[in-house]
Every structure is written in structure tokens, then in C-alpha cells.
């Protein structure tokens, strides 16, 4: 099986978008990444919901976990205001991982490997690299095409 045929359409989001609909349109759809696009369709990076994650979290509680624990609920509630401040591609400015994507006749192993040298729960698949994408192939679907049946 090849990648064109596991990959699936998949929610995009651009560098200028904000990262407070980026959360969203990802907990809206039970996502666990969202694959970045330019203006073309083409694929610039791989979100995932960990990176938004990271930046609700006050530095001092990521520098010191044990304050999380005091961390009160009336404050949780806010830390998405942080979000509305930043955008897409602020969230990205560290991404030092290599780019997830696959070109479409990539086998299920190389896919795979592309998953794990990115540490990405999903691949975006295009024709061939520097093209507009094809779909995606979140984990999940990978995982369903590799585990035996029952």
C-alpha cells in the first residue's frame, strides 16, 4: 500500500492564522496535529496539539513543574487568552524538525520512518516534494493498516 492510497483529506491551517483557531478548528475535530499550508497547498510544517499546549503553560510551571498543582481553575480557564495574542507561525518559530511529508507512492515503512525521524503523529503526502498536498496519513491510520486483525 502506498501512501495516495492511505492518505486522507485533512484540515489546513496557514502561518497567519490565529493560534487560538488553530485550537480550536484541532479540538473541534479531535485532531492531533494540523498540517500547516502556504498559500499553494503546500505543506510548511506539522502543528501538533503539544505545541499549543506549550504555550498556554506559564514558563514558570514549565521551568517548575510542582507549580502546576497550585495552579487554580479560574486562572486554567484564561490560559487560551495567550492564544489570541499569536499566530500560527509564532508557534512554529522553533521548529527545528525536518518536514513530514511523503511523496504519493512513499511505502507504509517510510512513512513510517518520516514519522519518527519528525517525532509527527502525521505525514502530509503530495505528488511529488515542493507540490500542493494530496491529503494526509495521521498514526491512527497507519497504525490500522500495519496491526494484524483480531
Not at 97 to 104: S, T
Amino acid at each position: 500500500m502506498r501512501a495516495r492510497d492511505l492518505a486522507v483529506e485533512y484540515p489546513t491551517v496557514t502561518p497567519d492564522d490565529s493560534a487560538l483557531d488553530a485550537a480550536r478548528l484541532l479540538a473541534r475535530h479531535g485532531l492531533p496535529a494540523l498540517l500547516v499550508a502556504d498559500a499553494r497547498g503546500r505543506p510548511v510544517a506539522v502543528l501538533p496539539g503539544s505545541r499549543l499546549l506549550r504555550l498556554l503553560i506559564p514558563r514558570y510551571v514549565r521551568d517548575d513543574p510542582n507549580l502546576a498543582r497550585v495552579y487554580d481553575e479560574g486562572h486554567a480557564d484564561r490560559l487560551c487568552a495567550r492564544l489570541a495574542e499569536r499566530t500560527v507561525a509564532d508557534l512554529l518559530r522553533d521548529d527545528r524538525l525536518p518536514l513530514p511529508v511523503v511523496d504519493a507512492d512513499a511505502t507504509v515503512m517510510e512513512i513510517a520512518s518520516v514519522m519518527d525521524q519528525a517525532r509527527s503523529p502525521m505525514v502530509a503526502v503530495c505528488e511529488r516534494r515542493g507540490e500542493a498536498m494530496l491529503g494526509a496519513v495521521a498514526v491512527s491510520r497507519l497504525l490500522t493498516r500495519l496491526l494484524p486483525d483480531d
